[in-house]
């Protein structure tokens, strides 16, 4: 595990749209894992400059999505799918093709079905050749929250307390309307990607990025799992990198 320190979350931002960017010159119709939340969204907005100025394109691409919310109308601008297509979907964002974007089915009839679909339509896709993480304070990595099997594959879960009070925000601040359950790809699912960018900003996730990078292996603390990944590059700013200790094998990365 690589892990670079920048002195804020825009600067690590750019880094990791850079690999992006290299990646997909390389090969255009590559598989990209992305993720939401907001801490993806200085690289997204790197991205899309990147594609107005012709260093990128993702008309080609492929990208799968983390997780969704199960049962969020089909029109909510919450829901995992919009989130994204406001992200990246477009010749006015980055190129890559609303049918390029794959995103679990939140809403449908059976969602362990859907769940089980979605990880086949991964696998068929050829897998994910580089996915976008963040991390929850909790150590969640897409939705699998503390706990979670380590050799999981995309299924339904339940969101935690905390978790739903982390994301209450993007719903007016109003618990009761954050969804119960999701549907979310399992850390088999995840570490079966090629290579992976986890990013991770501000104090809120100093204790989790302390564990990640610097803890026993443990489901306690779900994103620990990536130590075993032979290709994981961490972008941390200054106070997400705050709790690692003085000997902790960390690049940082001036300005
Ligand atoms: C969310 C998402 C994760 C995301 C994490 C952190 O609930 N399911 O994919 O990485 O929590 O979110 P944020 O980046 O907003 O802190």
Not at 18 to 35: C, K, N, Q, S
Not at 99 to 105: A, E, K, S, V
């Amino acid at each position: 595990m690589r892990v670079l320190v920048f002195s804020d979350a825009d600067r690590a931002g750019a880094a990791a749209a850079a690999e992006i960017i290299a990646a997909f010159r390389d090969t255009p119709d590559g598989v990209l894992g992305v993720a939401t939340g907001s801490t993806p969204e200085p690289l997204y907005a790197r991205l899309r400059y990147a594609h107005a100025t012709g260093a990128l394109s993702l008309a080609a691409a492929r990208a799968f999505a983390l997780d969704e919310y199960v049962g969020l109308p089909a029109e909510h601008p919450q829901r995992y799918r919009n989130v994204l297509r406001a992200e990246l979907v477009g010749d006015h964002r980055t190129g890559l093709r609303d049918t390029g974007l794959h995103t679990p089915d939140g809403l449908a009839a059976d969602p362990h079905r859907a769940a089980a679909d979605y990880d086949r339509d991964i696998r068929a896709a050829g897998g994910v050749d580089l996915q976008i993480l963040g991390i929850g304070a909790n150590g969640h990595i897409g939705f699998n929250e503390p706990g979670a099997a380590t050799a999981g594959r995309t299924h339904v879960g339940a969101l935690t307390e905390q978790t739903r009070r982390d994301n209450a925000r993007f719903f007016g601040g109003e618990l009761p309307r954050v969804p119960t359950h999701c549907i979310t790809q399992g850390l088999g699912t995840i570490c079966e990607a090629r290579r992976i960018l986890l990013l991770a900003f501000g104090a809120r996730k100093a204790e989790a990025v302390r564990h990640l990078v610097a803890g026993e292996p443990t489901p306690a603390w779900p994103a620990t799992v990536l130590q075993a990944h032979p290709s994981v590059t961490v972008f941390l700013d200054a106070a997400a990198a705050h709790s690692l200790g003085p000997d902790a094998a960390v690049e940082f990365v001036e300005d």
